[in-house]
């Protein structure tokens, strides 16, 4: 009973370098996300993908990308890191249906730091 | 755009006592509201969402919320406190083309 899988848990970068946060969902549901948190400030949507093929900015899109891989899969790239990013970051999925509150389900998070 | 606000970033309680978390959304359309529960190191746990028509939705471990249209809240509240229940507590609500909007989180402390 997986629900949402986030690779790496750890990851220390330096600044400049560039890494990929895997999620993967086995609860097929269509939409996917990604957030990061900071203390003090919640979670803020950096990315998400309402189906497979599509995705959309959040709130802090600014430094990052997304693939939607295929359905299970949502990837989150940093392509050239900086100490402002350094974070929580968390993967969420949900089912969809039109009318229903559909709450969203969380992996456990990955926690990167950038030097 | 739909918001919360939850008042209070750190409440301390003792264990039996009663537990108040207090969210206040803003909203122009019925919204869409959650109470989720973060652990040390993990995820966030669905605690409870409002389904419209209901004014007290009951969660999981004993929590729950009571919707009030007229103050736009949605507190959780909890009779008596346990040690387990320690933790950050996130209300959200659901935002159009499906953003979810967090609040900036309250740490419940239980003092035995």
């Known amino acids: 009973n997986a629900g949402v899988t986030q690779t790496p848990k750890f990851q220390v970068l330096k600044t400049g370098q560039s890494m990929t946060l895997q999620c993967a969902q086995d609860?097929?549901?269509?939409?996917m996300y990604w957030y990061r948190q900071d203390p003090g400030m919640g979670l803020r949507l950096i990315y998400y993908s309402a189906s497979e093929g599509t995705t959309d900015k959040g709130e802090v899109p600014n430094g990052y990308n997304v693939s939607r891989l295929n359905k299970r899969e949502f990837s989150l790239r940093l392509e050239s890191a900086a100490p402002s990013q350094t974070s929580v970051y968390f993967c969420?999925?949900?089912?969809?249906?039109?009318?229903?509150?559909?709450?969203?389900?969380f992996g456990d998070g990955t926690r990167l730091s950038i030097l | 755009a739909q918001s919360v606000t939850q008042l209070g970033s750190h409440v301390s309680v003792s264990e039996g006592a009663l537990v108040l978390l207090r969210c206040n959304y803003s909203?122009?359309?019925?919204?869409?509201l959650f109470w989720y529960v973060q652990y040390p190191n993990q995820g966030l746990q669905l605690l409870l969402k409002?389904?419209?028509?209901?004014?007290l939705v009951k969660g999981i471990n004993g929590f729950e919320a009571e919707f009030k249209k007229s103050e736009t809240s949605f507190h959780l509240t909890k009779p008596s406190a346990h040690m387990s229940d320690a933790a950050e507590y996130f209300c959200a609500v659901r935002a159009p083309r499906n953003d979810m909007r967090f609040g900036a989180g309250t740490r419940l402390t239980v003092k035995p």
């Open positions: 969420a999925s949900s089912e969809e249906i039109a009318g229903s509150n559909q709450p969203q389900h």
């Open positions: 909203s122009s359309v019925p919204p869409y």
């Open positions: 609860m097929n549901h269509n939409s």
């Open positions: 409002y389904t419209t028509g209901a004014t």
